[in-house]
C-alpha cells in the first residue's frame, strides 16, 4: 500500500507581514528560505535539514519596526503547515526527544504531537544593552508553532551562555525531535482515546 505524501501549503497576509510557505514532512532535509532576516533563516534552514522536511518559505514584513511581528508569523505559519501536513496523524510516533549540545550549550526538546498545545520554555531571556534577545523572539516563534501545530513543546536550558548557541540548539533538536514524533511506524493511533485531540 504507497502511503499518501504529507505535505500542505499555507499562505498569510496581514497589515504586518506575508508568508507562503510549503512543508513536505518525508523530504529529504531541503530547504528553500526567503526571508529578510538572515538569523532566522539560518534558523530554519537548520530545522529542515535535521527534521528532514523539505521547507519552501517566502516571508517578508514589517522589520524596519523590529523582527517579533515576522518571526511570529512566520512560527504560526510553520505551526498551521505542519498540522495540515499531518492530517489525521494515524500511525505517528507521536513522542519525539533531542539533547542537542552546541559548544557550551545544552538544550534538551521534547515533543508530544497531542492535539493540545502547550509551551514549556525553560530558557532565561538574555537582552543585549539595548534591551533586545533572539531569546524573547525564539519564546515567541515556539509558542506560536507549538499552539498552531496543536502540539505540547518544551524546551530546557542545561547550560549556555551564547544567545546564538542557545537558538542553534533548540532549532537543531525541535528538528530532530519532530522528525522522531512524524515517524509512521503503525496503523494506529497512538492514544487510549483512540484519537489525538
Do not use: Y
Amino acid at each position: 500500500m504507497v502511503r499518501k505524501r504529507r505535505s500542505g501549503s499555507v499562505f498569510r497576509k496581514t497589515g504586518e507581514t506575508s508568508i507562503e510557505i510549503h512543508l513536505v514532512v518525508d523530504g529529504k532535509g531541503k530547504a528553500k528560505i526567503n526571508c529578510p532576516l538572515g538569523f532566522w533563516s539560518h534558523m530554519l534552514s537548520l530545522l529542515t535539514f535535521f527534521s528532514g522536511f523539505d521547507i519552501t518559505l517566502k516571508a517578508t514584513g514589517d522589520i524596519h519596526v523590529d523582527d517579533h511581528h515576522l518571526v511570529e508569523d512566520i512560527g504560526i505559519c510553520l505551526g498551521d503547515v505542519f498540522r495540515q501536513a499531518l492530517g489525521d496523524r494515524k500511525g505517528i510516533r507521536r513522542f519525539g526527544f533531542a539533547a542537542v549540545p552546541m559548544d557550551e550549550t545544552l538544550v534538551h526538546v521534547v515533543v508530544d504531537i497531542s492535539g493540545r498545545p502547550f509551551l514549556g520554555f525553560s530558557i532565561p531571556v538574555f537582552k543585549d544593552k539595548c534591551g533586545f534577545s533572539d531569546i524573547e523572539n525564539l519564546q515567541e516563534f515556539c509558542r506560536a508553532f507549538a499552539n498552531h501545530a496543536c502540539i505540547n513543546l518544551h524546551l530546557k536550558l542545561f547550560s549556555g551562555e551564547n544567545t546564538h548557541h542557545i537558538c542553534e540548539a533548540v532549532f537543531k533538536g525541535l528538528g530532530l525531535a519532530l522528525k522522531e514524533a512524524a515517524m509512521v511506524e503503525s496503523t494506529r493511533i497512538l492514544s487510549t482515546k483512540g484519537r489525538i485531540d
